[in-house]
């Protein structure tokens, strides 16, 4: 089994930035794709981004896209959300989210607990 824990969350005022990291354990980490989903209170849980086993390839939601970069240290089994321009619409609860998928956009087996992230006006 592998678990994820989340952290990096907070408060922010729109314009600014954050740093989430998601550290894996449990089992060997690099072979499958990571990803990020969020989910505001009330909405369904939404993609971010993913990113494949290498670190070589990534994918976004169009919402997110230009703004928001995951990346991945395999050396430290830890992915990476690095939020800019951050909007009061991308309040949500962020899960990490680990395994195999059948398309980029699909969630996998494997969620962190979440870290709230909250954007003010």
């Known amino acids: 089994q592998v678990q994820l824990v989340e952290s990096g969350g907070g408060l922010v005022q729109a314009g600014g930035s954050l740093r989430l990291s998601c550290a894996a354990s449990?089992?060997?980490?690099?072979?499958?794709?990571m990803g990020w989903f969020r989910q505001a209170p009330g909405k369904e849980r939404e993609f971010v981004a993913v990113?494949?086993?290498?670190?070589?390839?990534?994918e976004y939601a169009d919402s997110v896209k230009g703004r928001f970069t995951i990346s991945r240290d395999n050396a430290k089994n830890t992915v990476y959300l690095q939020m800019n321009s951050l909007e009061p619409e991308d309040t949500a609860v962020y899960y990490c989210?680990?395994?195999?998928?059948?398309?980029?956009?699909?969630?996998?087996?494997?969620w962190g607990q979440g870290t709230q992230v909250t954007v003010s006006s």
């Open positions: 449990g089992r060997t980490f690099s072979t499958y794709p």
């Open positions: 990113i494949n086993g290498s670190g070589g390839r990534t």
């Open positions: 989210n680990y395994g195999r998928r059948s398309s980029w956009r699909d969630p996998a087996d494997y």
